[in-house]
């Protein structure tokens, strides 16, 4: 089958991680009163990130060189599980992936750096906080693995963008006859 360059779209899939809390305490990361510190408040909490979050990715992935699959929601609570069954379902789909853009909604450095070495796709993550993005990309690059981070949504479209031509360039065939 012939391709056209320009039809060659990077598939992009968005893993969304957040962290609800299943007992009321209070902690390093987590502070508040009453209803502040129940369940029902974090997963009301994380359905407002989680519809920010997919807010933000139509705003800035509009190019039509992306195709943004539905991304892929991680409900952590703080127990911090990663079991081979939640890394097998994150990865269904991953042969048709591209590159990874991970959310920095919950702790996820422990999730994505075994996602990451099961899958071996590229990672970015969605720009956000600074020193998370500092950790996750830390401990990633530390085991030769694919992740980059950007401080603004314009660096990491046109990291997107390049990504694409080098999709692009890997799936060229030339013809090339030979004179005489």
Same mark, same amino acid.
């Given at each position: 089958?012939i391709?056209?360059?320009?039809d060659?779209k990077?598939?992009?899939?968005?893993?969304?991680?957040?962290?609800?809390?299943d007992?009321?305490f209070?902690g390093p990361?987590?502070?508040?009163?009453?209803?502040? &510190?129940?369940r !029902?408040?974090?997963?009301?909490?994380?359905q407002?990130?989680? *519809? /920010?979050?997919?807010?933000e &990715? #139509?705003?800035?992935?509009?190019?039509?060189?992306f195709h943004?699959?539905?991304?892929y929601w991680?409900?952590r609570?703080?127990?911090?599980?990663?079991t081979? !069954?939640?890394?097998?379902?994150?990865? *269904?789909?991953?042969?048709?992936?591209d =590159?990874y853009?991970v959310?920095?909604m919950?702790? &996820?450095t422990? &999730? %994505?750096?075994?996602?990451?070495?099961?899958?071996?796709?590229?990672m %970015?993550?969605i720009? /956000?906080?600074?020193?998370?993005? +500092? %950790?996750l %990309?830390?401990?990633?690059? #530390?085991?030769?693995?694919? +992740?980059?981070?950007y401080?603004?949504?314009?660096?990491?479209?046109?990291?997107?963008? =390049?990504?694409?031509?080098? *999709?692009?360039?890997?799936?060229?065939?030339?013809l090339?006859?030979?004179?005489?």
């Amino acid at each position: 089958m012939i391709h056209l360059g320009k039809d060659i779209k990077l598939n992009i899939k968005p893993l969304l991680v957040t962290l609800r809390h299943d007992y009321v305490f209070e902690g390093p990361c987590r502070m508040g009163k009453d209803f502040e &510190l129940t369940r !029902e408040f974090d997963d009301m909490a994380n359905q407002e990130l989680l *519809k /920010g979050a997919r807010e933000e &990715l #139509a705003e800035n992935l509009t190019s039509p060189h992306f195709h943004v699959m539905e991304p892929y929601w991680v409900d952590r609570n703080e127990e911090f599980l990663v079991t081979p !069954e939640l890394l097998a379902d994150m990865a *269904k789909d991953s042969d048709q992936v591209d =590159v990874y853009l991970v959310g920095p909604m919950g702790r &996820l450095t422990d &999730l %994505i750096i075994d996602f990451a070495q099961k899958v071996k796709k590229p990672m %970015i993550e969605i720009p /956000g906080p600074q020193c998370m993005q +500092t %950790i996750l %990309i830390a401990a990633t690059r #530390a085991r030769g693995l694919e +992740t980059y981070s950007y401080r603004t949504w314009q660096e990491t479209i046109d990291h997107l963008e =390049v990504m694409r031509v080098a *999709k692009m360039l890997r799936e060229t065939r030339v013809l090339c006859a030979a004179r005489f």
